[in-house]
Nanobody
């Protein structure tokens, strides 16, 4: 069982930046596929970024490339999502997700949508 806790959300003005954190209960230094998703009000959940916690390989949805950056700090068992140039369209609940740590290929991780472990979410609201 992997327990995930997100933090760092809040209300931000357009053009601002935020860094979301996801603390994991298990060592992220053991290779895991982890990802950030978001769900805007009334819309479906969207995967925005994924990371291989061992290699540091990352992937992004086309809609966020250039503005979002996923990273990890294995010493803290934490992954991050840095978001720049926030716009009202980025308003959503942001969720962290993790796989169980079994063998996987990077191509599977990069496109993975179904994860067994999820955090409770962190709300990001962008408005003036």
């Amino acid at each position: 069982q992997v327990h995930l806790v997100e933090s760092g959300g809040g209300s931000v003005q357009p053009g601002g930046s935020l860094r979301l954190s996801c603390a994991a209960s298990e060592l992220t230094s053991s290779r895991k596929c982890m990802a950030w998703f978001r769900q805007p009000p009334g819309k479906e959940r969207e995967r925005v970024a994924a990371i291989d916690t061992a290699s540091g390989y990352t992937s992004y949805a086309d809609s966020v490339k250039g503005r979002f950056a996923i990273s990890r700090d294995n010493a803290k068992n934490t992954i991050y999502l840095q978001i720049h140039s926030l716009a009202p369209g980025d308003t959503a609940m942001y969720y962290c997700a993790a796989d169980s740590g079994g063998p996987f290929s990077w191509s599977d991780c990069a496109g993975k949508a179904n994860f067994p472990y999820w955090g409770q979410g962190s709300q990001v609201t962008v408005s003036s």
